[in-house]
């Protein structure tokens, strides 16, 4: 827009160059602080990234409220809230910049992809997945058109809207959508570009859930390997896969190689990040379930608590992660006959879930679980086989017969039917338990305890 208007004064050379001189130099200033606030973000040094980008949108604010260079500020420093677990405070500056460029762009330009595809991340971070949904869709349409189906930013969307499906679960259509980001990012970039490594990550995290444990292993290690070698400052995302690869070595009880793992993501998430970040939050949650199958209980219960803290804090009372937490706190308090502490924290959990995730989601079947432990333990039978059922049913779905969660279930479920003197309905559910583990030992797979 402003360029239009210096054409039409260009017919007198004195007042053009009354006009440009100050225009192109406030150009040139806004550009040189995107550029370096957007070095900076990309090294992971957040502090000053946001002076230089703030700096920046303050100098773009003068081009105007429809201006594109002040789009591309205000969705550089979205990003940097987003980091920085700020999602609150992102979403509205991402849903701006998403306006400005839908305007003065048009519905299908690749700027406008990259808008949607970062405010749809900034949702699916506040655990709005179906409001992201659309957005990831619309994003990966529009690049597809706009920049052919083998372009690194295909991988990007493609990517993008994988995660969302397997927040929520849905694991059938999210392996497709990693493989050919996987491709594309390694026939495009080459094999050790970081992009090749989040689809080796996410993959491994596909795998995990899965219990495929042996092809998560490899994938982790994979993507540690890329990000080992070629991180430059910003370690989050190494960090990541140290944690991922940790929480896959509790899945398998190797819970000592586990520790030392955590631990160093843990140091650098902090470092990186602040302590009062929610993937610290999520650290601190992990490294308490790990000290909860260790027996260490007064530990785990404080590493559950400063994971609450933060997380209530940076995400709000009502997110997955919130939800996630307390149920792994639950758990702890029933590994210590805690009961009376364990109910309403499982309570809450499910509610949160629920809410969140809807009823039908893997960790939602994982509380209703620990909520039918509880009932068992307090004496409460009718209501422990109606929530024993409900998680079978829920875990099948999802994860197929032979998952180690369905095999966890039906073990517990069969103790509680032949408590209630019903022998040939927990037999029945014991055989479908040592099928399922004949499949796991031929697969190499393993129960978490």
Same mark, same amino acid.
Not at 323 to 329: K, N, S, V
């Given at each position: 827009? /402003? ?18 001189? *100050? ?28 002076? /230089?980008? /703030? ?138 570009? *970081? ?59 190797? !819970? ?63 997110? *997955? !992660? ?25 309570? /809450? ?51 197929? *017969? ?48």
């Amino acid at each position: 827009m /402003r360029f239009g208007r210096l054409v039409a004064a260009w017919g007198i050379v004195t007042v053009a160059t009354v006009l440009v001189s *100050p225009v192109a130099a406030q150009d040139a200033r806004w550009r040189e602080l995107q550029t370096d606030g957007c070095k900076l973000l990309n090294r992971g040094d957040y502090a000053q990234a946001e002076r /230089r980008l /703030r700096e920046a949108l303050k100098v773009a604010e003068a081009f105007g409220p429809k201006d594109v260079n002040l789009a591309e500020s205000l969705g550089s420093l979205a990003w940097l809230h987003y980091k920085r677990g700020k999602y609150a405070t992102a979403e509205p500056l991402a849903r701006r910049a998403l306006a400005i460029r839908e305007n003065a762009l048009g519905l299908e330009d690749q700027a406008v992809s990259q808008s949607l595809g970062t405010l749809a991340v900034i949702l699916a971070s506040q655990g709005k997945y179906s409001q992201a949904e659309p957005l990831f869709r619309r994003a990966l349409a529009i690049s597809e058109k706009v920049l052919g189906a083998e372009h690194p930013e295909i991988a990007t969307s493609l990517h993008n809207l994988a995660e969302n499906y397997r927040f929520q679960g849905k694991y059938e259509v999210t392996e497709p959508l990693y493989r050919r980001a996987l491709a594309i990012s390694q026939r495009s970039l080459g094999g050790e570009h *970081p992009a090749v490594a989040a689809s080796l990550h996410n993959l491994g995290l596909l795998y995990h859930v899965q219990a495929r444990y042996a092809e998560a292993e490899v994938s982790y290690r994979q993507a540690l390997a890329i990000r080992e070698k070629t991180r430059e400052g910003d370690t989050v995302d190494l960090a990541h896969t140290l944690a991922n690869l940790a929480e896959l070595y509790v899945g398998e009880a190797k !819970l000592t190689d586990a520790e030392p793992l955590y631990r160093r993501a843990l140091e650098i998430r902090r470092n990186a990040l602040g302590p009062n970040h929610p993937a610290v939050g999520h650290t601190l949650n992990l490294m308490g379930e790990l000290a909860s199958f260790q027996g260490k209980y007064s530990e785990a219960e404080a590493l559950f608590n400063e994971a609450l803290s933060i997380q209530r804090k940076a995400l709000g009372p009502d997110h *997955p !992660l919130v939800g996630e937490t307390y149920t792994d706190l639950g758990a702890c308090y029933i590994r210590q006959k805690k009961l009376r502490e364990a109910g309403p924290v499982l309570e /809450r959990a499910l509610e949160i879930q629920e809410k969140g995730l809807g009823s039908d989601h893997p960790l939602t079947a994982e509380t209703r679980f620990q909520s039918a432990v509880l009932n068992q333990a307090l004496g409460r039978d009718v209501q422990a086989e109606s929530l024993f059922r409900r998680a079978l049913a829920i875990q099948e779905k999802v994860f197929g *017969p032979n998952h180690p969660a369905v095999v966890t279930t039906l073990q517990q479920y069969a103790g509680l039917l032949r408590k209630l003197n019903r022998p040939s309905d927990a037999e029945a559910l014991e055989k479908r338990a040592e099928v399922a583990r004949s499949h796991d030992r031929d697969s190499g797979r393993s129960v978490k305890e």
